[in-house]
């Protein structure tokens, strides 16, 4: 399984953005949990959002509740995140994630729930 990230770039505080994670090599998406997970320079990564298989719900960082949001295409296996109302402090390579089945709530936010991982798109916000 294979993911490929694609839509960061700079943007002034306040616009919007649209990531998109391709997945290759993965039968039935709608088996998979997805999420995007963020790490900024000096930092640890952290969770960002995450999407149940399945028709399972979508969660969210408190930082980042009502102005993201997570949504996947199984027919044309990709995920996205929808990102408005940027701050300057979502600046940071974000990272999709991938694992197949559904794992409990509890465990969405941590990086070792996801077995696949994208390389990472670059997103700076700045005025």
């Known amino acids: 399984v294979q993911l490929q990230a694609s839509g960061g770039g700079l943007v002034p505080p306040g616009n919007s953005l649209r990531l998109s994670c391709a997945l290759s090599?993965?039968?039935?998406?709608?088996?998979?949990?997805l999420a995007w997970f963020r790490q900024a320079p000096g930092k640890e990564r952290e969770w960002v959002s995450s999407?149940?298989?399945?028709?399972?719900?979508?969660y969210y960082a408190n930082s980042v509740k009502g102005r993201f949001t997570i949504s996947r295409d199984n027919a044309k296996n990709t995920v996205s995140l929808e990102m408005n109302s940027l701050k300057t402090g979502d600046t940071a390579v974000y990272y999709c994630a991938a694992v197949r089945g559904n794992p409990v709530l509890s465990s969405l936010w941590q990086s070792s729930t996801y077995a696949y991982w994208g390389q990472g798109t670059q997103v700076t916000v700045s005025s």
């Open positions: 090599g993965v039968n039935n998406l709608d088996y998979h949990a």
């Open positions: 999407i149940r298989s399945s028709g399972g719900g979508k």
